[in-house]
Structures are given as structure tokens and as C-alpha cells.
């Protein structure tokens, strides 16, 4: 009997099992029921992203698979093609020869990685602040990152014979940073596009680029219906072949985070791959959902985390959202111009506010290491997190998001929705930041204080601060503070010394 009770019992908790780990169906409606954001994710605040690829070698910056079939370059102004190559075909041309002959697949054995070395990258990263790392799997020019059995283009086979996904993902685990994959393959199917084109006028006019070539479709895709020009190609099969594709990443490497460059793709098709992706999440984390979807979509709801590509939210926004943005360009370019540490440190601070997370391209050189510009930029950030990290991380927004004379300002529109990531504003020591945990309340101050520095949302009598302040401490000085409340706000003295940082942080503990 008692062996019966125990088998019964055994069959239950398989059964509980079985419903968590296939509790989401591949509709909008099964995902808004059944998904709550991680608290993982909501927590780390900051991750850093690999941009990377075969795309770096010419040192010429983003989309050169694209470009260099573009013998007439496209005006994003007036969204009409010009009598006039683009620069990067121009150049292709002078340094490798011509498409139809040395193509984008020619570019891929150039690419080596002699010096990527994970571990050390990691290690960096980790002691920058970064709690979640973020490698690309595969760009628009449909190369996969990891040991693929889909086609033979992939960093395993080709180049520099590795598994970029996964040796990036064993560094990470080591220390200690959850692990993401971002797909754009999605695109790619019209993005590609170009490579079956030809030269309009000059010696090669009418000769079919390389990705004509039906020998090379698994790189180039297939031709595309005329009208089949979107970014989401409506093709089934290129659906198919996409889904595949994503399916075997998410069960190879059952990656906490997996980012679209794109809205959720293909309908139906995409919501079965997203449900794939949870309940896989599910069974591989022991029936915890603890998988984080980025796409561009998802204003108001809470089925995924939004992603705004280079812009962040207005305000403090219900649902966790990230911003994805770069150091300098999206891969790397000789001369690249790269965001100063103070921008990226003001930039954290004002996403991190508004219930946002940051996640930063870090732009790797071809051969797989960073420039010395990039490494003085990352160490900036280092010593500012190593400060400043305990009113960033593990933190939510407050009743609003900040104050000061650069909220009256206006603000320029993201490119891809939202406002710019680079607002342009030149904060000053009025202008401040809040986030809360427990019984604090972090006000960032967006300058270097002047003189005294007075928080107005905590002054006595604000509806917004209604509890008895404790303490008020700056992040980074052991010195004791003069402060008091007042009706104009919280007045502090200015210390005889403050951290050497692009922002300071005043922790107010309440009661």
C-alpha cells in the first residue's frame, strides 16, 4: 500500500511538471496570461552585447554584406536609390575586387579571431558591471556563431573554426553573467537581397552578383518575390527555415535571453518558436520560467521585454523594457567615433530610472580584442559601478524618475521609437535621477556638485515623500554629511571631497 502511495505520488508531481513545462501555447493570448519578466533581468540592470562577426574584417562598420552589392546606394531620406554606388561598394571594389566574382562569402574565410579570448573579455565585462551577456548568433547575412547543422556557413566550419556562442557562453557562465543569443536572421531574407542583383552600367553591367549563384543559396537565400521587399520577408519557407534555425540555438544553448531584431517575426510561425523558446526555459531551469524575449514591439504589454534600439522610454514605463545601443558603430570601423564613459554612466542612470535595463555593444576588432580607446572607456565605467553599483542594481523606479531643469527640455526622437539614447543635454547639479530599494531612495545627481545640492522631491511636506529620512549618505565618502529637510527639499552640504565620477550618488535611507 505504501509503495502504491509513493508510485501515485511520483505520477503527480510528473504530471505538475509536465502542465509547468508546456504551460505556454503559441498565441498573444497565452503569453500575456502566463509570463511575468524574471527577476533576474529586472535586477541586473546592464548587460554587454558582441556585435560580431565576418562583417568586422574590412574594418568598414555595419552591414558591408549588404552594401557591397549596393552599385546604387539607397537614400533613407527620400527612400529612393540614387545614381551613385554607396561608399562601401566603392571600396569593396578598390580592395577586393568585384562582387560577381569576389563576393561576401569570400570575405568570410578572412575572418580568423586570432586573438578572442573569451575568458579575459568576461572577466572585464563582469568587472565593468555588466550582469548579463548578450552574443550574437547571427547577423543579416545569415552566418551562424555557433556549431550548426542547418549549412556549412557558420564559425565552426569556416573562418576562424570556433564556436563563438559557445565559448562565449562557458566564459560568462564562469563568471558568474547570464547568458543571451541575438538572432537577426529574420531580415535577412530581403536584407540579402542585394547580392543577386548586378552593376546597372560600366565592364560588368548585367553580370550577376555572387549570391546569384545557385551554388551559394544556403548563404545568400533564394531570390525573393519582386514584391516581397519588408524587412520580415512573407515567404512560408524562408519562415521555416528561420524557425528551424532559431529552434536549434534555443535547445543547443538554452540561453536565458534571446533578442529579435525585428518585431516577433512571421506570425503564427514566430509565436511558435517564442513558445518553443519559454516552455524549453521551463523544462531546462526545473519548471522556473527564467527566459527574457527582447523584440521592438510591446508598449503596453507584458508577454515580452520591449527593446528600443538606440532610443529609451519618455518615462518610467509599467513593464521592464531594454535599451540596445553601441560604443561607436555596430561593427567595427577604422576611425569610429565612440560614446565617452560619462555618456554611457548619465545613460545607464536615466534608462535604469525609468524600469529600463542597458544593454551596450562593445565593438571587438576583427581579430577578436579591444582598442585601447574602448578598454580607457570601460575601465571610466568600472570605477563608476564599482561606486555608485548599489543604487543601479536590484533597483526600481520611484514615484518619478527624476527632476531638474533638463526635464524641460526637449528631447529628440529614438530612430527606432522612443527618444535618443544621446540626448545631447549638458546636465547640471540640479538635475537629478531616482531609484528605490528597501528602505532607500538613490537620488543621482547628473553633475558634479557645484555647491549645496538640494533634492527638491524630498522636501518636507512633498507629495511625493511623506517618511522620515534616517540617513543621507554619498556612494564612494566615508565623510559624515550635514544635511537637513526643508520645505524647498533636502539640503546637503557639500562634502570636502566626492568620488571622482561623472555622476553622484546620494542614498537617502528612510523610515
Not at 3 to 18: C, G, Q, T
Not at 105 to 118: G, N, Q, S, Y
Not at 488 to 504: C, F, Q, V, W
Request: charged residues 25%.
Amino acid at each position: 500500500m505504501k509503495f502504491r502511495k509513493i508510485v501515485v505520488f511520483l505520477l503527480v508531481l510528473m504530471s505538475i511538471d509536465s502542465v509547468a513545462q508546456k504551460r505556454f501555447e503559441p498565441t498573444l493570448a497565452s503569453f500575456e496570461k502566463n509570463y511575468t519578466c524574471p527577476d533576474w533581468f529586472r535586477d541586473a540592470k546592464f548587460g554587454i552585447w558582441a556585435h560580431w562577426g565576418p562583417q568586422a574584417v574590412p574594418r568598414e562598420g555595419d552591414w558591408y554584406a549588404k552594401k557591397l552589392y549596393m552599385n546604387r546606394q539607397y537614400d533613407k531620406k527620400t527612400k529612393s536609390y540614387l545614381n551613385e554606388p554607396d561608399r562601401v561598394y566603392n571600396f569593396h571594389l578598390k580592395k577586393y575586387g568585384h562582387p560577381s566574382v569576389f563576393g561576401y562569402k569570400d570575405i568570410i574565410p578572412l575572418w580568423k579571431a586570432e586573438r578572442f579570448d573569451p575568458d579575459q573579455l568576461m572577466k572585464l565585462y563582469k568587472r565593468v558591471g555588466a550582469k548579463y551577456f548578450v552574443s550574437m548568433a547571427t547577423h543579416h547575412d545569415n552566418f551562424f556563431l555557433w556549431n550548426s547543422k542547418i549549412h556549412k556557413w557558420n564559425s565552426v566550419k569556416m573562418g576562424p573554426k570556433k564556436d563563438i556562442v559557445g565559448l562565449f557562453q562557458a566564459a560568462a557562465k564562469k563568471e558568474g553573467l547570464r547568458f543571451g543569443v541575438s538572432e537577426h536572421l529574420a531580415a535577412s531574407y530581403t536584407w540579402f537581397q542585394t547580392s543577386h542583383s548586378a552593376d546597372r552600367e560600366g565592364p560588368y553591367a548585367g553580370v550577376p552578383y555572387d549570391g546569384a549563384n545557385p551554388i551559394y543559396q544556403d548563404l545568400y537565400h533564394p531570390r525573393t518575390a519582386l514584391a516581397d521587399t519588408a524587412w520580415l520577408t512573407t515567404n512560408p519557407e524562408n519562415h521555416q527555415n528561420w524557425l528551424k534555425s532559431i529552434k536549434e540555438v534555443v535547445d543547443m544553448y538554452h540561453p536565458d535571453l534571446l533578442y529579435s531584431d525585428s518585431q516577433l517575426p512571421f506570425g503564427k510561425v514566430g509565436m511558435e518558436m517564442l513558445a518553443h523558446f519559454y516552455n524549453e526555459n521551463i523544462a531546462f531551469n526545473n519548471g522556473k520560467l527564467e527566459a527574457v524575449y527582447n523584440c521592438k514591439r510591446g508598449e503596453t504589454n507584458p508577454m515580452w521585454v520591449k527593446d528600443i534600439e538606440r532610443g529609451k522610454t519618455e518615462g518610467i514605463s509599467q513593464y521592464p523594457w531594454q535599451t540596445d545601443t553601441s560604443i561607436g558603430d555596430w561593427f567595427y570601423r577604422n576611425g569610429q567615433k565612440y560614446k565617452t564613459g560619462k555618456e554611457v554612466i548619465q545613460m545607464l542612470i536615466d534608462i535604469v530610472s525609468k524600469n529600463g535595463n542597458l544593454l551596450l555593444n562593445v565593438v571587438q576588432t576583427p581579430e577578436g580584442d579591444l582598442e585601447q580607446d574602448v578598454l580607457d572607456i570601460l575601465e571610466e565605467i568600472a570605477v563608476w559601478t564599482n561606486i555608485n553599483g548599489d543604487g543601479i542594481y536590484g533597483t526600481r523606479p520611484w514615484k518619478v524618475f527624476g527632476e531638474g531643469p533638463a526635464m524641460t527640455k526637449k528631447n529628440t526622437a529614438g530612430t527606432y521609437g522612443g527618444i535618443s539614447d544621446v540626448d545631447n543635454i549638458e546636465y547640471t547639479d540640479q538635475d537629478f535621477r531616482f531609484t528605490t530599494k528597501g528602505n532607500s531612495i538613490y537620488a543621482f545627481c547628473l553633475a558634479q556638485p557645484q555647491s549645496t545640492i538640494k533634492v527638491v522631491s524630498l522636501a518636507v511636506g512633498s507629495p511625493l515623500f511623506e517618511k522620515k529620512i534616517t540617513s543621507v549618505k554619498i556612494l564612494g565618502i566615508n565623510e559624515k554629511l550635514k544635511w537637513k529637510q526643508t520645505p524647498e527639499g533636502l539640503i546637503i552640504n557639500k562634502p570636502t571631497s566626492l568620488p571622482i565620477s561623472h555622476a553622484t550618488t546620494i542614498k537617502v535611507d528612510y523610515k
